[in-house]
């Protein structure tokens, strides 16, 4: 796996950090809701998709790592190693809770529906941060797969968990192994994930296109 250095982690965190500090839209919480179930009606209930849907879509409380960017992209390169799954969990958050909060502010109502939920995501368009959005979700998928396919990297990351609990990383790490406990227990979803994220970008296309 190529390792992404701490500029990249760190440029997420701020954006993260900057998010935190705004008061949420009222329609934010059904604006999740329903990405939620469109992807689960979608393409079914699947372990590496629930992954997906209940950790990385929700997001973790990652207000412990965005109060020193720096500092804390340096102390994950250091408990981690290969920071480059973290990175893209980490750019995929950010992004997808930017998209989210501007879908909520263009909504018209808290629980918008499919109807709504489509509507607004016109206004809003950004189609190449959608596609963005996509391909991380593929990086995140491929990363992790990578590490629990390598006895070596997946053992140097199960003796990270008590490191990063006391460093204060402890729900973004439970994020990271939630997602190689699915990808290690689904190999055969993972190897239809690439036909899953095709078909996700043909739909955002016809949306917003």
Known sequence: MTTSGPCELAASLRTLGALEAETDPPGLAGVRACQRRRIQRNYGPDPVLTFCTDRLLTGPDVSALTTDPDATAARL???????????????FLALTETLDRAVAARATTDEPGVVG???????????????????LVGLV????????????????????????????FGPFYELLHAGFSAVRDNPATVDRIPDWLAEERRR??????
Do not use: C, K, N, Y
Request: charged content about 30%; proline content about 1%.
């Open 204 to 209: 955002v296309d016809r949306l917003l296109a």
């Open 77 to 91: 390169g250091r408990l981690l190693g290969d920071t480059t799954a973290a990175a893209a969990a980490l750019e």
């Open 117 to 135: 939920f489509a509507r607004a995501s016109r206004r809003v368009g950004r189609l190449a941060d959608r596609h963005r959005q996509v391909d």
């Open 141 to 168: 998928v491929e990363e992790l797969s990578g590490v629990v396919t390598s006895r070596l990297s997946w053992m140097a990351f199960r003796m990270a968990r008590t490191p990063a609990r006391l460093a204060g």
